[in-house]
């Protein structure tokens, strides 16, 4: 048996990614973001929300490598702290997107048709619902808390993972090995966990990976319309609203978190279209 054939599926999928030059590139740019919006306000001499009023806004400068705000706060550590709770949101929103689609999908599919057709009709109704009219709604019952934008945005994604992981159950639920194992008496929990489960991991990183951008996009579309991270915190998106309102006085501080911003977006589509690409069987014929 050759090596090429004894390799799993997921020893293939990472070769396919390191052959990649824009993969790896990729990835090599997404770490060292991470890297430098973990490890790099630890360095900085200035803390996100110190305040120079005297200093108060001055372009790049050697003390100040991308400048300072009005109220004389250090952009670079405002704009690496602000990465931190922006890629915060992103994973979490999309574990919990994750986590409740793949469940909810993985019933629907498995459970027969009259369920899955009334828990479908649920996810319907759900998609009709205005995004944004259900995070009004959250600020309002509960007010303007941190956890509740990774919940708000879980909350609504999970209903596309949940379609595709349905798609894939109804797909592998016809096929012989899991009407065998349900000829030797199979229960639905030991099937859900044992063949359908493993199986549709790969559409599920494929989305999550995709998603994990898009979850970053809704987070600062949010804090810019002000529903989002409140200050004298700050995410990405609200640096991006703050340069925005002051663009043609201080130019600096939209290009500084829109670069940050747009350079890591750009890393998670490029590493997700790689990730489709790699473990998407019909991608790899076509």
Request: charged letters at 10%; a neutral charge; proline letters at 6%.
């Given at each position: 048996?050759?090596?090429?054939?004894?390799?799993?599926?997921?020893?293939?999928?990472?070769?396919?990614?390191?052959?990649?030059?824009?993969?790896?590139?990729?990835?090599?740019?997404?770490?060292?973001l991470?890297?430098?919006?973990?490890?790099?306000?630890?360095?900085?001499?200035?803390?996100?929300?110190?305040?120079?009023?005297?200093?108060?806004?001055?372009?790049?400068?050697?003390?100040?490598?991308?400048g300072?705000?009005?109220?004389?706060?250090?952009?670079?550590?405002?704009?690496?702290?602000?990465g931190?709770?922006?890629?915060?949101?992103?994973?979490l929103?999309?574990?919990?997107a994750s986590?409740?689609?793949?469940?909810?999908?993985?019933?629907a599919?498995?459970?027969?048709?009259?369920?899955?057709?009334?828990?479908?009709?649920?996810?319907?109704?759900?998609?009709?619902?205005?995004?944004?009219?259900?995070?009004?709604?959250?600020?309002?019952?509960?007010?303007?808390?941190?956890?509740?934008?990774?919940?708000?945005?879980?909350?609504?994604?999970?209903?596309?993972?949940?379609?595709?992981?349905?798609?894939?159950?109804?797909?592998?639920?016809?096929?012989?090995?899991?009407?065998?194992?349900?000829?030797?008496?199979?229960?639905?929990?030991?099937?859900?966990?044992k063949?359908?489960?493993?199986?549709?991991?790969?559409?599920?990183?494929?989305?999550?990976?995709?998603?994990?951008?898009?979850?970053?996009?809704?987070?600062?579309?949010?804090?810019?319309?002000?529903?989002?991270?409140?200050?004298?915190?700050?995410?990405?998106?609200?640096?991006?609203?703050?340069?925005?309102?002051?663009?043609?006085?201080?130019?600096?501080?939209?290009?500084?978190?829109?670069?940050?911003?747009?350079?890591?977006l750009?890393?998670?589509?490029?590493?997700?279209?790689?990730l489709?690409?790699?473990l998407d069987?019909?991608?790899?014929?076509?």
């Amino acid at each position: 048996m050759s090596q090429a054939s004894s390799q799993s599926p997921w020893q293939k999928a990472w070769q396919s990614l390191v052959r990649n030059p824009l993969t790896v590139a990729a990835m090599v740019l997404l770490v060292a973001l991470v890297l430098l919006c973990c490890v790099g306000p630890n360095f900085s001499p200035y803390g996100p929300n110190d305040q120079d009023l005297e200093l108060r806004a001055t372009s790049p400068s050697l003390a100040h490598w991308l400048g300072t705000d009005p109220l004389g706060r250090d952009l670079a550590t405002r704009i690496l702290h602000g990465g931190r709770i922006s890629m915060l949101v992103g994973l979490l929103a999309t574990a919990v997107a994750s986590i409740i689609g793949v469940g909810y999908g993985l019933i629907a599919g498995l459970a027969g048709k009259r369920m899955d057709a009334v828990m479908m009709r649920v996810v319907d109704v759900l998609y009709a619902f205005p995004f944004i009219t259900f995070v009004i709604i959250l600020v309002v019952i509960f007010g303007r808390e941190f956890w509740l934008i990774f919940i708000a945005i879980g909350a609504v994604e999970w209903l596309t993972m949940a379609r595709v992981v349905r798609g894939q159950v109804l797909t592998l639920k016809g096929l012989e090995y899991v009407q065998a194992a349900r000829a030797c008496g199979a229960g639905f929990w030991h099937i859900l966990g044992k063949h359908m489960l493993p199986n549709v991991m790969g559409p599920v990183i494929i989305y999550a990976s995709l998603t994990v951008p898009g979850v970053m996009m809704l987070e600062a579309t949010l804090s810019f319309l002000g529903l989002g991270i409140q200050p004298p915190d700050a995410s990405w998106g609200v640096l991006i609203s703050e340069g925005a309102a002051s663009m043609a006085a201080y130019p600096w501080m939209l290009i500084g978190p829109s670069v940050f911003f747009s350079a890591t977006l750009l890393a998670l589509n490029l590493i997700g279209d790689a990730l489709r690409d790699a473990l998407d069987p019909k991608s790899v014929r076509e």
